[in-house]
């Protein structure tokens, strides 16, 4: 996934044009664009939504971002929405491998109350909106065999610490976000799973907005969630391999192969080893996921 579009759960409408936004993923959003009262229609339209939904030839991964487990309203949640078979669970406040284990057991109940292929539908937890969260980044390994990604949140985690602000004038997160930011991306490298990249509030500064998504790519992030249509469009660009990247990989890939018991090669003067060779793997691999 490259880019993963938030629509609150309770638009039809906005859900509607999020399936004509050319994101790889919707996030249908039943916690913090809903209000209260509004949750229990919430959940009624999203289900109706994946339903009529699921059928179309072409379509973005369905992902329904329900409330956190400590609310007492994600039970309500999955029960309404589980019959629509959605592609995958966001788990929001998550603090570790404990809460995704427990979501997926209550998964599980329902794929077989639905009739359901077991397992089929998988988990995306956001891991730093609180401080116990960075506490449990190294716990995600081996959660669920449901874990899909991880990704962090900012927002939360500045109302959990009190804090003035994430950002400092020149746009750049604090130290605090920095360092959420680069555990997200090794707790995910642990667990094997891809890093997604968290959202840009400003959907109008533009140039700022591709600064972050490329700053992101380089780091080892695969992809970024959105909160606007208008930023769908950078974000595929900015995260797809591009075909000099591709290319370079796989010839990575023959040489090794024609190599087998070589443990470092060369190729336009640089010397290669197995680091290089997983690198150029997983690049390949994303590039068939997103054909396909």
Request: aromatic share 4%.
């Amino acid at each position: 996934m490259r880019s993963l579009l938030f629509v609150p759960g309770d638009s039809p409408k906005k859900q509607q044009k999020g399936l004509e936004s050319g994101a790889d993923a919707l996030i249908l959003d039943l916690e913090d664009s809903v209000a209260l009262d509004a949750k229990p229609q919430a959940r009624e339209i999203t289900r109706a939504f994946l339903e009529s939904s699921r059928a179309l030839p072409k379509r973005p991964l369905l992902i329904v971002r329900i409330n956190g487990l400590a609310t007492g309203m994600s039970d309500a949640d999955l029960d309404a929405i589980m019959p629509g078979a959605p592609d995958a669970i966001m788990l929001p406040k998550s603090e570790g491998g404990t809460d995704v284990g427990h979501l997926a057991a209550k998964i599980a109940v329902r794929e077989a109350e639905a009739d359901l292929p077991d397992g089929t539908t998988r988990i995306l937890p956001i891991t730093t909106e609180n401080a116990k969260g960075i506490f449990g980044l190294g716990s995600y390994s081996r959660s669920s065999h449901r874990l899909m990604a991880l990704t962090w949140g900012a927002e939360d985690l500045s109302a959990d610490l009190g804090a003035e602000t994430n950002r400092l004038e020149d746009g750049s997160y604090t130290d605090p976000y920095r360092l959420a930011r680069a555990l997200t991306l090794f707790g995910a490298t642990a667990a094997q799973v891809d890093a997604i990249d968290t959202v840009f509030t400003n959907f109008r500064d533009d140039a700022a907005f591709r600064a972050e998504c490329l700053a992101a790519r380089r780091d080892g992030f695969t992809g970024k969630m959105a909160i606007h249509p208008a930023q769908v469009a950078p974000i595929n660009e900015i995260f797809a391999p591009s075909p000099a990247a591709l290319a370079k990989a796989k010839q990575i890939i023959a040489l090794f192969e024609a190599n087998p018991g070589a443990g470092v090669i060369g190729l336009d003067g640089e010397m290669l080893d197995r680091p290089h060779l997983i690198k150029a793997q997983r690049l390949v691999a994303r590039a068939r996921k997103l054909a396909e």
